[in-house]
Structures are given as structure tokens and as C-alpha cells.
């Protein structure tokens, strides 16, 4: 039978996208790559090399979006598919153990291990690998609920971990009210096990916890936003996020799937240790970059917690696909690649075309902030960087669409979400700088030309 099946390549996105609407719902697997808030056809992407992808029409752009977060060290890097085809020839997947699976987790575990003896601080004790970012958030939650026996779970306004049902849910009105279902297919009761309140906010924190302390299991919070944009914590919030869990007997669980193993070579946790501001976390989760690319993620926290899941505790996870074999091929030899000079370069190729931007943006008048979590940074469209969801949104989010078309027209491809970071790779040289600089004139100008909606 080929009834759905075409028999020919598309040589362009629009014949790309409209044969992917006949059998994919939008005609994309994820909601953001329909190009919904910016407007216009998706970009079909046939390949990438260093700091460039290339779409189906043949057309180079420089890449910042980097596969959200796990290009570390840029696409196709050498080392990284060497490690996967030397896996694929020993086989795609076995459903039992691999010696890779307990490599990853040590590497993991060294990196996450910062000074010695009695200044010795870790990050995590023990690491449980599953395949997505959302498994990773949805199986702590669970651990946290089965470690404490108490089902409310506090989370942040704007803060994404995952689309399982009880992380979707929308803040209601008042810091004390139970949440509301923010998709259609989520029950009242399931959201109703989600506090949502504002981010960055001491008083929202304490005041949860003075109503519903003895009820709530965890705390679960990005360890720095950065699907709101770019909305790092205040100095110190982290940890008294950290002191308020433990205070009322209740666990904290820091998402470091965007910032894992990205903002240092021990992820946020490490920057923050370097910044004297260190924090404890029971519970952290990882994705991204912990697969080099490939479907991996992972769960750490403290040993007496992760020993409760299964099979030596009572709160269950399982699956066939965890701790793939190529997989963690590959996020091991991503986590090998980065070493100290990945770091060090970075942030200074991101402040690099940042500020660039920047400039061209304030040269034709449009108020602007660029907003930083390390290396990840993103643009708002108002004056000020926001300290919360709330101020995130109330911004002139319909430059963007412009911003952004603009941009792909002179060869750069953004995210395609005013309210996504952005990211470089160590294989953004100064030949994929200079090409971003010299389409930051032209962008700057169709944001300023923009209008808003009628």
C-alpha cells in the first residue's frame, strides 16, 4: 500500500510542510516548530555542520537555537558521531544493562563533585537515566510525593518542565489558589495538585508554605527560566527555595534540563557554588545535553531518595529505552568534548553577538534588554529585564515576528518564540559571528517598522 506516501523528497518548506500536514497533526511533533507565533512557513531542516543548519530548499543559516540547548559543541561534531556509529555497530538497543549507562552516570556524577575532603560539595549522589526531560521532572515529582506521603506541589508561573498533566497547570487568582487545567484533557483534580506562584517572589514563597506547608512535597523550579525567556533567579533564591522546602519537611526539585552541563561544566549548580550562593537540592533533573543529541535524560538527588525508586523502593519507573546504548554514547562523548576552553568561550561568543544586536537595536530606537543565564540569553522587547512571567509577557512581543523573519531572510535562525533562550556552541567562530552581526541591522529595522495587531 502507498497511499500516504509520496515517493519524492521536498525541494521546498512549503511542499515540506503541506505534505506534513496530511499526516501529522499542524504538521509538526512539537508546537513550537509550526511557526504559530511569528507567522509564515516552517523551516524543514535537512542538516547541519558546526555552527549551521541547512534546510530542504539548500539554504545555510547560522544556528541559535541549537537543538535547545544540546549542540553544545555544534552540530555533527566529529567525536560525537564517531561515538555513535561505534555504537550503532554494536547494536541499536538491548532492554538490559550496559556498561555505558554506569560510565555516563560517573561522568555525570565527577562533574557534578566540586573541592575536596571536607570542602567537598556535590550536586547529586545518584543519577537514574530515562529518554526525555518530561519522564525526568514527571518521575521526581512522583519520587517526591512517595518520599514525603504528601500530594501538593508548588511550582513557578512561566516555568516549563515537561508536558506531563500536573506541570501544566496555570496559576489561579491568588497565590493561595489551587491551579486550573492549562491544556484541554487535564482533570480539575489533577491540577488542583499544582500551587502555581510568581517567580522571584519571597513573600509568594513564605506565604504558600505558611497556608499549605504541612501538604506540599516539593518545590519544582527551572534553575534558572529560560522558557519565559531568559528570567535568571535573584541572587540567593535558589537557596532560600531550598531552606523553605527543608523547613516544612518538603523536598526541592531543580530543573537543569536547558541549563545542565550549559551555564558551567556543572551546570547552574556549579555557577552558583562559584558565586558563593551554593544551594542544596533533594531532587535535580537533566536532559539536553546529557544524550549529545539523542533522546536521554536523567534523575539525580540525594542517595536515600533515589533509593526509593524501584527496584529497591516502593515508587516505580521503568522503561525499555532508558539508558539507550547510543545514547549514552553520545552524551558521553559530549560531556568529554566540553572542557574548560568550551566554557571559557562560550559566554564570550555570546556576549559577542549579543551586544551586536543590541546595538543595532537601540540604533533604531527599539526598547530592548537582553536578558542572561550564562551563556543563554534572550531579547525582550521592553526596557528592562523581567523578574517574573508577568513581566516577561508585558512586553512588545509583536516586534518579534518581524525581528525574527528578518533574521532568517539574512541567514540566522532563531528560535521561533519571543519567550525561548538562545544558545550558541563552541563551533560559533568569527565567521558565524560576523554573519549574525551583519543581519543585525536589517532585523532591527523590521522590528522597529513593526506594528502591533489589530
Not at 549542540?71 to 538490559?96: N, Q, S, W, Y
Not at 550496559?98 to 552516570?105: C, F, H, Y
Not at 526541592?252 to 550549559?262: N, P, S
Amino acid at each position: 500500500m502507498t497511499r500516504f506516501i509520496s515517493g519524492r523528497t521536498p525541494t521546498t518548506n512549503a511542499e515540506a510542510f503541506e505534505r506534513a500536514l496530511v499526516v501529522t497533526p499542524g504538521g509538526v511533533n512539537s508546537p513550537v516548530r509550526a511557526f504559530r507565533s511569528v507567522g509564515g512557513t516552517p523551516v524543514f531542516l535537512a542538516s547541519g555542520h558546526g555552527p549551521y543548519v541547512v534546510d530542504v530548499e539548500g539554504t545555510e543559516y547560522v544556528d541559535l537555537v541549537g537543538q535547545w540547548g544540546p549542540a553544545l559543541l555544534g552540530h555533527a561534531h566529529p567525536d560525537v558521531i564517531a561515538a555513535a556509529h561505534e555504537a550503532v555497530a554494536r547494536g541499536l538497543g538491548f532492554g538490559a544493562s550496559s556498561t555505558g549507562e554506569v560510565e555516563l552516570a560517573e561522568l555525570v556524577l565527577d562533574r557534578l563533585t566540586l573541592g575536596e575532603g571536607a570542602s567537598e560539595r556535590r550536586g547529586i549522589e545518584k543519577l537514574r537515566l530515562v529518554s526525555t526531560g518530561t519522564e525526568a521532572t514527571m518521575t521526581a515529582i512522583r519520587l517526591a510525593r512517595g518520599a514525603t506521603g504528601r500530594p501538593l506541589l508548588v511550582k513557578f508561573a512561566g516555568h516549563y518542565h515537561g508536558h506531563s498533566d500536573s506541570l501544566l497547570s496555570e496559576a489561579g487568582s491568588g497565590i493561595a489558589t489551587l491551579g486550573i487545567p492549562g491544556s484541554a484533557g487535564i482533570t480539575p483534580e489533577t491540577a488542583a495538585q499544582t500551587i502555581v506562584i510568581p517567580y522571584n517572589d519571597e513573600d509568594a514563597l513564605a506565604e504558600v508554605f505558611a497556608l499549605h506547608g504541612d501538604r506540599i512535597a516539593a518545590i519544582i523550579t527551572e534553575a534558572a527560566a529560560a522558557n519565559m525567556g531568559v528570567v535568571p533567579p535573584k541572587p540567593g533564591f535558589n537557596r532560600l527555595l531550598g531552606e523553605t522546602a527543608r523547613a516544612h519537611g518538603a523536598l526541592l526539585i531543580v530543573d537543569e534540563v536547558m541549563t545542565g552541563f550549559r551555564s558551567t561544566a556543572a551546570g547552574w549548580w556549579g555557577l552558583e557554588e562559584a558565586a558563593g550562593s551554593g544551594y542544596d537540592a533533594d531532587l535535580t533533573t537533566f536532559g539536553k545535553i546529557i544524550g549529545g543529541g539523542l533522546p536521554l535524560a536523567g534523575l539525580g538527588g540525594r542517595a536515600e531518595i533515589l533509593d526509593l525508586l524501584a527496584p529497591l523502593g516502593p515508587v516505580y519507573q521503568a522503561g525499555t529505552l532508558s539508558g539507550n546504548p547510543v545514547a549514552v554514547a553520545t552524551g558521553a562523548a559530549m560531556l568529554r568534548g566540553a572542557g574548560p576552553e568550551v566554557y571559557d568561550r562560550l559566554p564570550r561568543t555570546a556576549h559577542r553577538i549579543a551586544d551586536g544586536l543590541s546595538a543595532a537595536l537601540s540604533a533604531e530606537g527599539v526598547a530592548h534588554t537582553v536578558a542572561w543565564a550564562g551563556s543563554q540569553f534572550s531579547i525582550f522587547f521592553r526596557p528592562d529585564a523581567p523578574q517574573n512571567y508577568a513581566e516577561a509577557q508585558d512586553q512588545h512581543t509583536w516586534r518579534f515576528g518581524a525581528y525574527f523573519h528578518a533574521m532568517l531572510e539574512h541567514g540566522v535562525s532563531l528560535p521561533p518564540s519571543v519567550y525561548e533562550a538562545w544558545f550558541v556552541s563552541a563551533a560559533h567562530d568569527d565567521a558565524a559571528i560576523e554573519r549574525v552581526l551583519a543581519a543585525a541591522g536589517p532585523a532591527a529595522k523590521a522590528a522597529a517598522a513593526a506594528t502591533p495587531a489589530l
